[in-house]
């Protein structure tokens, strides 16, 4: 069983920072293009920024220049730092990972975390 546990996230005043990391653990044989995702009240879930195994970003328009991707292979964690927060950026922000499994499975498969809530209010 793959599992992504998300850390980080909470509230912080517009223009301030914050940190969010997400660790990959199970029964993985490799991991492919790991990102985070956002979903606002009301709204669809999004794409914030991705990274793929081999290091290339990916941003929403909205984020780039202000959020950095990026990850630790050897310990199946990306992060996110978040700098120069507006409002527009509270939503539940959610880790995606594509995994495959170890053999016999040898599936990829795409895995979510369970979501943490960030909140840039004053």
Do not use: H
């Not at 780039?64 to 310990?75: D, H, L, Q, V, W």
Request: aromatic content about 8%.
């Amino acid at each position: 069983q793959v599992q992504l546990v998300e850390s980080g996230g909470g509230l912080v005043q517009p223009g301030g920072s914050l940190s969010l990391s997400c660790a990959a653990s199970g029964s993985i044989g490799s991991i492919n293009t790991m990102g985070w995702y956002r979903q606002a009240a009301g709204k669809q879930r999004e794409l914030v920024a991705s990274i793929t195994s081999g290091g290339s970003t990916n941003y929403a328009d909205s984020v780039k220049g202000r959020f950095t991707i990026s990850r630790e292979n050897a310990k199946k964690t990306v992060y996110l730092q978040m700098n120069s927060l507006k409002p527009e950026d509270t939503a539940v922000y959610y880790c995606n990972a594509w995994i495959k499994g170890r053999p016999p499975s040898g599936i990829m498969r795409e895995y979510w975390g369970q979501g943490t809530q960030v909140t840039v209010s004053s």
